[in-house]
């Protein structure tokens, strides 16, 4: 194993026991080290996501082999590398997803999800990339099989995969429409892009959608429940619905007639349980096509805010308190200057 020398020990957050965002605790512990095909990284910042929430709650646990430090994606500088791994190298600044183990001063990641942090981008905006970028890489453009000219309706356009989703099916030539909970996050959402941006609260947008497009193509859904019928009722014929997540719950009631009717197609997925060869052909892919997006400005990382890694409960309470807009960040130390990508002022929502 190539390495520089490092500390015995790093710190962490814990998770002492499920339940509220005070259960998550600051702790050390010893580095990980990296196994066949993965790379050891100094953290420098780590994105909050959804599922560290109900990680913390007892509901999500690590997929086996994984670390049960929570955190899905971070940022930061390559310190080791294992046996045989040619990219990334040492001192390469990166960005990766990983399957835990995030919110810490050390974390390892397989080798084929790291990506070159874009130019231009710091630690802070690189680590809100993996997560959001992947899983909707995969669920719009690969499930979704959204193509240029088509409509894409996005729930929740103020979170982290809204945003990220209304910037990438833009740039790739659809309409965006999407539904936020109040008017300020319908404004953020317009400055993305947004065609359509629908506060759920004061309006039906099953009745906006029809009336403004007379349905749409693909429907990125995180809510479930009764938003499950309504969104078949939004689809066109030959529509995609996809599931990522169920806030609503996963349980529903709806008339599959129209689903045979309109030849609808209703899938979903996980990512933090597939395997290594699945998401390294996703980064792969996100490289390829996505990354010189990045690099030209054209799509950006939203931040909401950005905390210290000790401040990780407040963090969660934040995000549970669905304030934000955009991406919360976990921030480490400071990285001296020869380590960091020049790190421009992140976007605000």
């Not at 499920?18 to 259960?23: A, F, K, L, T």
């Not at 183990?101 to 990641?109: D, F, L, N, R, S």
Request: charged share 20%; hydrophobic share 45%.
């Amino acid at each position: 194993m190539t390495e520089t020398t490092l500390p015995a020990r790093m710190r962490c957050i814990e998770i002492s026991a499920p339940g509220g965002p005070e259960v998550l605790v600051s702790a050390e512990r010893p580095l990980p080290v990296p196994k066949d095909g993965e790379v050891l990284i100094k953290v420098r910042a780590a994105g909050v996501n959804r599922p560290d929430i109900v990680q913390r709650q007892g509901l999500y646990p690590p997929p086996p082999g994984a670390s049960d430090i929570p955190g899905l994606e971070i940022s930061g500088v390559v310190v080791a590398v294992a046996q045989g791994v040619k990219q990334p190298a040492v001192g390469d600044t990166v960005c990766a997803l990983v399957s835990g183990g995030g919110y810490a001063e050390y974390c390892t990641a397989p080798a084929v999800c790291c990506l070159p942090i874009p130019e231009g981008i710091g630690f802070i905006a690189a680590a809100a990339i993996p997560e959001t970028f992947f899983t909707v890489w995969h669920n719009v453009f690969e499930r979704g099989a959204l193509k240029s000219g088509e409509t894409l309706l996005v729930h929740g356009g103020s979170s982290g995969i809204g945003t990220t989703a209304i910037q990438l099916a833009k740039v790739f030539g659809a309409t965006v429409a999407t539904t936020a909970g109040s008017d300020e996050k319908c404004d953020a959402c317009r400055d993305l892009g947004a065609d359509l941006a629908i506060n759920y609260k004061s309006a039906d947008f099953v009745t906006e959608i029809k009336s403004k497009f007379k349905g749409v193509d693909v429907v990125l859904d995180m809510v479930g429940g009764d938003y499950t019928a309504r969104n078949i009722a939004c689809l066109k014929p030959d529509g995609r619905l996809v599931n990522i997540a169920f806030l609503n719950g996963s349980k529903v009631s709806a008339d599959l007639m129209p689903v045979m009717m309109k030849r609808l197609t209703l899938t979903g997925s996980t990512l933090r349980p597939r395997d290594v060869a699945f998401k390294g052909a996703l980064a792969a892919a996100l490289k390829a096509k996505v990354w010189p997006m990045l690099a030209m400005g054209l799509i950006r990382p939203v931040i909401d805010q950005a905390l210290p890694l000790e401040e990780a409960a407040a963090a969660h309470a934040w995000m549970e308190a669905s304030q934000h807009i955009g991406k919360i960040v976990l921030t480490m130390e400071a990285a001296p200057a020869d380590e960091a990508p020049a790190d421009e002022a992140p976007i605000q929502g």
